[in-house]
Structures are given as structure tokens and as C-alpha cells.
């Protein structure tokens, strides 16, 4: 007897390859592409000093703490971590003033987007996005056959709060709201009265995750104001932060999850890996926590060199959003990818944003008249091929 064979056929109905043992969502969904390397920058440049301003590092590297206390970790580094994390989490609970249950760990936020819509999505559900945002959200729930609700931005970088309520009293198939705050790639914030009112319209039937990756640099003084502002709300939730943007602790992969309540953050648990966070990354995040002396330094001086940048690409004709990240959005529509490549032609590397604008982590003062000098030249060059 014949094996039966799965066919897939493409849009056209032509006889594709065959369907492997893969869901079929996954071709809805687009890899992530990093980009070039250094290395690789360096050899396109012949530059022999590149400059990284694409992945939203602190230009100001972790605490000098975190590397003393690597040091001393390091002999038994190698062991299995604790899954708990509890050194951290007790420290940071104490610190926030926070139930030790209500924070959960992941080898980054990134992780814990996925054990969310992992834990909360199926086929037929939905969730609600206002793009330009993290795509990351749309591909997690496209992969688990969800719907995307899709709320466009109103002017500017404000969300339209009237058509989100809209969106949410008419689709009941909406699971998860997701927030970012500030949104990466523009960098706006959202506003309290806006969060209130979206988190009221979601209700208690659905989850909203509210992701904080840059939250230092926009809200350092007030850790709690979104926690404490959702907890009148009624709407269980999730505020995602992270030690890879503010802590400078990318390579590490670090991320934590406040949520509402510790049932709901003992869902997660139902979906995580066995281990995740590793024990020096765990050495690392808790050091970095401790030096909030350097923490304050770092951010203070990201601020002052972000509105100074700003201000010197404003001068230059560049239309520039508002930002209260490490970063900023240029808004050059579609001479994003070819900015871009000018750019690294000089040795500098930037993340366009589709034919949005490009987006450009904020570097120290030195490293910005870098980039300044680069775009300068980029533009001149684009100039004289007109």
C-alpha cells in the first residue's frame, strides 16, 4: 500500500515541497534577522573602530561590581543554577517592596513573552497590538495559530486609546493587551491616565502585558508607579522588565515578570523550562541590582546625551520622536534601509525600522559626534547622486 504524503500548495495553488513535521503558522511568521556583526561591519567599512548602535546597549557598560563578583563566582559557575533564583529575587522583592511570588525569571523578557502567549493562547484567540511595536508579540501568537488585532497609532506616537476600548468590547476572542512602555522602536511613554483606561476596558477576564524593557531610563525614580497604578485596575497583568538594556547585561539573559498576583505568576510555571537564568548570570543581575549608584549614573548621563542628540539631528532637518528609551527613532520613511547601509559603509550600525525610520541607540557624547559624523557624510553622498 502507498504511504500517503502531506503537499503543501502555494498561493498560486502550484504543487509545493513537501509539509514537514512543522506547524503550518510558522510560515506566517518571520525570523528575527540581527543584522550584520562587527566583524562584519569592520571588513564592509575597512573601519578598524565600528560602531554598535542597533541592539539598545547601555553605552556605559554593568557596574564594575558585576565583573568582581563573576570573578568569585566563577569556580562553581558551572553547576546547575538554582530555577528559583532566590538570592535575586528575595533581594529585589525587598528592594520593590513586593511579594517574593509576584516575580518571575527567564533567560530574558523575550523568554517570558513566550511563556505568556504559551500559557495563554490557542488557536482562535487573539491579541490586541497598537504598531509600530516589539514585533515579537505579533510572531509569539501567530506561531500558536492567534489572531492579531492590530490598533493603529493615532498622530504621533499616542496610542488611540477610544479605538483599543472599541477593539476590546467587540472582539471578545482577545486574550492578551500588549503595552510597550516605552514602545520600542519609537521610544514614546504611555501616560497614566491612557494605561488606566486601557487596563479598565481589558477587564479581569484578560491579561495584560505591560513590557518595561527601558523602563530605567524613563522611570528610574518611580519603580512602582505602573505597578501600583494597574493594582487599582482590577485586570491581572504582567510588567516585564530586564537587566540587558539599563544593567548593561545583554549577554547574560536576565529578564523578570511582576505580576498582578502570585497565582497569576504560578501559571508561568507551568510552561517554563526546568532551568533557565544560569548561576553567573544570576551573580551578575544581582550585583548590577545592588550598585544602583551606578544604575543612576549610567541613566542620567543616556538622558542627557539622548535629548543632546535629539537637538542635533533636529538641526539637521531630521524629523526625531520623542523618547524616553535609549534610543531614537529617525523618521526618514523609505530611506530607512538605504541610511542604514550608507551608515555602514562608515562603520556604524543602526536597526531600520521596515520604511518607518531608523532607529539608533543613544551612544557617550563621543560615540554620538561619531554617528554624526557618519550621517553626515551619508547624506552628503546621497546628495551628490541626486
Known amino acids: 500500500m502507498a504511504v500517503p504524503t502531506t503537499e503543501r500548495r502555494n498561493e498560486a495553488g502550484a504543487l509545493?515541497?513537501?509539509?514537514?513535521?512543522?506547524?503550518a503558522s510558522l510560515d506566517r511568521v518571520t525570523p528575527f534577522d540581527h543584522g550584520l556583526t562587527l566583524d562584519e561591519i569592520r571588513a564592509l567599512s575597512g573601519c578598524e573602530t565600528v560602531l554598535d548602535l542597533a541592539g539598545n546597549e547601555s553605552a556605559y557598560g554593568p557596574s564594575p561590581d558585576v565583573l568582581r563578583a563573576l570573578k568569585r563566582a566563577l569556580p562553581t559557575g558551572w553547576r546547575y543554577p538554582d530555577p528559583q533564583c532566590r538570592a535575586l529575587r528575595e533581594r529585589m522583592?525587598?528592594?520593590?517592596?513586593l511579594a517574593t511570588g509576584r516575580?518571575?525569571?527567564?533567560?530574558?523578557?523575550?523568554?517570558?513573552?513566550?511563556?505568556?502567549?504559551?500559557?495563554?493562547?490557542g488557536p482562535g484567540d487573539a491579541v490586541l497590538l497598537s504598531p509600530p511595536t516589539f514585533p515579537i508579540y505579533a510572531n509569539f501568537a501567530r506561531i500558536l495559530d492567534a489572531r492579531v488585532v492590530d490598533v493603529a497609532r493615532a498622530d504621533g506616537d499616542e496610542l488611540d486609546v477610544a479605538a483599543i476600548c472599541a477593539?476590546?468590547?467587540?472582539?471578545?476572542?482577545?486574550r492578551i493587551v500588549f503595552l510597550?512602555?516605552?514602545?520600542?522602536?519609537?521610544g514614546g511613554r504611555i501616560e497614566g491616565a491612557t494605561l488606566r483606561a486601557i487596563a479598565r476596558a481589558a477587564g479581569p477576564q484578560r491579561l495584560l502585558v505591560l513590557d518595561e524593557a527601558y523602563h530605567e531610563f524613563a522611570a528610574l525614580e518611580q519603580p512602582r508607579a505602573t505597578l501600583d497604578l494597574l493594582a487599582d485596575c482590577g485586570t491581572p497583568f504582567f510588567?516585564?522588565?530586564?537587566?540587558?538594556?539599563?544593567?548593561?547585561l545583554g549577554g547574560f539573559r536576565v529578564g523578570y515578570a511582576i505580576a498582578s498576583d502570585e497565582a497569576t505568576a504560578r501559571r508561568l510555571d507551568h510552561v517554563r523550562t526546568q532551568f533557565g537564568v544560569g548561576n553567573l548570570a544570576q551573580v551578575a543581575a544581582l550585583a548590577a541590582w545592588q550598585d544602583q549608584a551606578h544604575l543612576r549614573q549610567a541613566v542620567t548621563a543616556t538622558r542627557a546625551a539622548r535629548d543632546a542628540l535629539r537637538g542635533a539631528l533636529l538641526a539637521r532637518?531630521?524629523?526625531v520622536l520623542k523618547s524616553a528609551a535609549n534610543f531614537l527613532l529617525l523618521a526618514v520613511g523609505d530611506q530607512a534601509p538605504n541610511l542604514h547601509q550608507?551608515?555602514?559603509?562608515?562603520?556604524?550600525?543602526?536597526?531600520?525600522?521596515?520604511?518607518?525610520?531608523?532607529?539608533?541607540?543613544?551612544?557617550?557624547?563621543?560615540?554620538?559626534?561619531?554617528f554624526l559624523a557618519a550621517l553626515d557624510a551619508a547624506s552628503r553622498t546621497k546628495d551628490s547622486t541626486k
Open 167 to 174: 477593539a476590546l468590547a467587540a472582539d471578545p476572542a482577545i
Open 342 to 370: 550608507a551608515l555602514q559603509r562608515q562603520g556604524v550600525l543602526t536597526r531600520p525600522v521596515g520604511h518607518i525610520g531608523l532607529r539608533v541607540t543613544v551612544g557617550t557624547p563621543a560615540q554620538n559626534e561619531i
Open 180 to 186: 510597550c512602555n516605552p514602545n520600542n522602536p519609537t
Open 93 to 97: 522583592a525587598e528592594d520593590l517592596g
Open 103 to 121: 516575580l518571575s525569571f527567564a533567560t530574558g523578557s523575550e523568554c517570558l513573552i513566550e511563556f505568556i502567549t504559551r500559557a495563554a493562547l
Open 317 to 319: 532637518g531630521f524629523g
Open 239 to 248: 510588567v516585564l522588565r530586564t537587566f540587558s538594556k539599563a544593567f548593561a
Open 16 to 23: 509545493g515541497a513537501p509539509c514537514l513535521p512543522f506547524r
